[in-house]
Nanobody, 124 residues
Framework: VELVQSGGGSLDPGSSVTLSCAVS????????VAWFRQAPGKEREFVCSTRWGGGSTRYIDSVKERFTIARDNFKNAVDLEMVALISEGTAVYSC??????????????????WGRGPQVTVTS
């Protein structure tokens, strides 16, 4: 299974971008999918997730009002829409996926498949 990511780049503060993570095998509905990010010099951080079967979503507090994770069944992908970007959002953003349910969808070690994250740089 491959996760193919797209999106990212160098962006101005306050702007918006959508990252996409497409699954190469099976239906996206079968996967729990999360986005993680790693800022320079920092640990990888859970950002948000969407549970398999089109279930509930979860966000860290710092992005809750500005990020939206959503499934796109036509693309067989999960998108992460990010608005009102701030410089603290500069990081490599990676999607992760696993089939079915996870007890803790914020845990890095629980995911079987990872995409190669695009860099998102927020700078004026």
């Amino acid at each position: 299974v491959e996760l193919v990511q797209s999106g990212g780049g160098s962006l101005d503060p306050g702007s918006s971008v959508t990252l996409s993570c497409a699954v190469s095998e099976g239906s996206i509905a079968s996967y729990t999918v999360a986005w993680f990010r790693q800022a320079p010099g920092k640990e990888r951080e859970f950002v948000c997730s969407t549970r398999w079967g089109g279930g509930s979503t979860r966000y860290i507090d710092s992005v809750k009002e500005r990020f939206t994770i959503a499934r796109d069944n036509f693309k067989n992908a999960v998108d992460l829409e990010m608005v009102a970007l701030i410089s603290e959002g500069t990081a490599v953003y990676s999607c992760a996926a696993t089939l079915g349910h996870l007890q803790d969808d914020a845990a890095v070690g629980h995911y079987d498949y990872w995409g190669r994250g695009p860099q998102v740089t927020v700078t004026s």
